[in-house]
């Protein structure tokens, strides 16, 4: 008989959750193992996740509470993105951003943003590519 499993609540648990100084986000994983996990990260309002990409694998969303916007783009010549059109997120929209994609998740409110991601656990470590600059607003 296997072991009955362990129910952890997210919402709790991100009251634990210590700030990501890398990407600029209160993060936590909720479950997983040493190859994946599910997350959960609160956006204070006004800010923006540090623009960054992964080589290995893809990210899950799942916007819990809050609005924001999600600007994804490529890495063009002299590592500078090539920015794709951003979309308005809210409370109940989902999205997954692909190995390779830049991604910088922005807080437009005036609460905080509430996300969970699954993702591969080297995301939120060696898998983690910062890339400088703002993103231009592309209407």
Not at 14 to 41: E, F, S
Not at 90 to 113: A, M, P, Y
């Amino acid at each position: 008989m296997s072991a009955p499993p362990v129910v952890t609540n997210f919402i709790e648990y991100l009251k634990t959750a210590q700030m990501d100084p890398a990407v600029g986000i209160r993060i936590i994983k909720v479950t997983g193992d040493d190859h994946m996990g599910l997350y959960v990260a609160e956006l204070k309002p006004h800010c923006s996740v540090t623009a960054h990409y992964h080589k290995n694998g893809s990210e899950i969303y799942q916007i819990v509470r809050g609005e924001g916007t999600i600007h994804t783009g490529l890495l063009s010549g002299n590592d500078s993105a090539a920015w794709n059109r951003s979309a308005d997120l809210r409370s109940g929209d989902c999205f997954t951003v692909k190995e390779g994609v830049i991604h910088q998740l922005e807080n437009t409110g005036s609460e905080s943003t509430v996300a969970c991601f699954v993702c591969p656990a080297a995301h939120i470590g060696d898998d983690r590519f910062i890339v400088r600059g703002s993103v231009p607003k592309i209407p």
